[in-house]
């Protein structure tokens, strides 16, 4: 009797005719079974994930390098010479004094003629915000000074 069973159908002794029950046709006129091409896919994955992480890294970057100069310059108007209590909200001026200690005062640039290194303005948390924007390029541009540490 197997022997006038066409190839194309699915039989066996224990299951009988089984074409119905298996994931895939069996049908001469099925369509073709194609493994995908997972090697590009994947390529294309790993461009895209890279990107997103080379895009989250310069975020970071950035990030971190606006963190260490409001860090430095948290750390310079600290450093200063003043003898009062700053306000918050206020604006004030960091100079560099005759001899050569920066120092911090209300008296804006164009009252008198000293250095002046940068304008801040002191926040609620208790953190300077650099105010002009010349300002930024003065730790690249930065020369020796000294500073007096309060502690």
């Known amino acids: 009797m197997e022997k006038e069973k066409p190839d194309n159908v699915v039989y066996s002794k224990e299951k009988g005719f089984y074409a119905s029950v298996l994931p895939y046709s069996t049908n001469v006129g099925a369509p ?21 992480f080379e895009n989250k890294f310069n975020e970071l970057k950035m990030q ?49 003629n000293k250095e002046h290194i940068a304008t801040f303005k002191l926040n609620s948390d208790k953190k300077w915000i650099v105010q ?11 020369k020796p000074f000294q500073t007096i540490n309060t502690d």
Do not use: C, T
């Not at 001026?93 to 009252?111: K, Q, R, T, V, W």
């Not at 002009?132 to 930065?142: L, P």
């Open 32 to 52: 073709v079974i194609k493994i995908d091409d997972v090697v590009a896919w994947k390529s294309r994955g790993i461009h895209n994930v890279n990107k997103e």
């Open 64 to 112: 971190y390098q606006n963190l260490m100069q409001e860090y430095e310059w948290n750390e310079l108007v600290y450093n200063a010479k003043f003898s009062f209590e700053p306000v918050i909200g206020e604006i004030y001026h960091l100079y560099i004094g005759d001899d050569g200690i920066n120092f911090l005062s209300l008296i804006a640039p164009h009252e008198w």
């Open 132 to 142: 002009d924007e010349k300002a930024n390029s003065f730790f690249s541009n930065q």
